[in-house]
């Protein structure tokens, strides 16, 4: 079994900063593309951006320049560095992986944690 687990979210003013991680536990033998999504009241969940296992990063339009992605893979951590942050990035924040545990590929979903920002 694995598990995501998000951290790191809150509330903050305009113009505001948040780092978020996500923790991967659990019969891993290898974490390939990892990514964060987010998801607004009455919105489908969007793509905030991913990292592959190497380190290439991958953006939505909407929050390039401002947000990083980044991995530990010693530590089975992925983070998002969110600088500027607008009232619009309200929302709940997931972490994905692709999960190598033992022989089977998986995709996982942490539980999301919630991003509020006052303008």
């Known amino acids: 079994q694995v598990q995501l687990v998000e951290s790191g979210g809150g509330l903050v003013q305009a113009g505001g900063s948040l780092r978020l991680s996500c923790a991967a536990s659990g019969r891993i033998v290898r974490i390939n593309d990892m990514g964060w999504y987010r998801q607004a009241p009455g919105k489908q969940r969007e793509l905030v951006g991913s990292?592959?296992?190497?380190?290439?990063?991958n953006y939505a339009e909407s929050v390039k320049g401002r947000f990083t992605i980044s991995r530990d893979n010693t530590k089975n951590t992925l983070y998002l560095q969110m600088d500027s942050l607008k009232p619009e990035d309200t929302a709940v924040y997931y972490c994905?992986?692709?999960?190598?545990?033992?022989?089977?590929?998986?995709?996982?979903w942490g539980q999301g944690t919630q991003v509020t920002v006052s303008s």
């Open positions: 990292i592959t296992r190497t380190g290439n990063t």
């Open positions: 994905n992986a692709d999960v190598l545990a033992v022989l089977v590929v998986r995709n996982y």
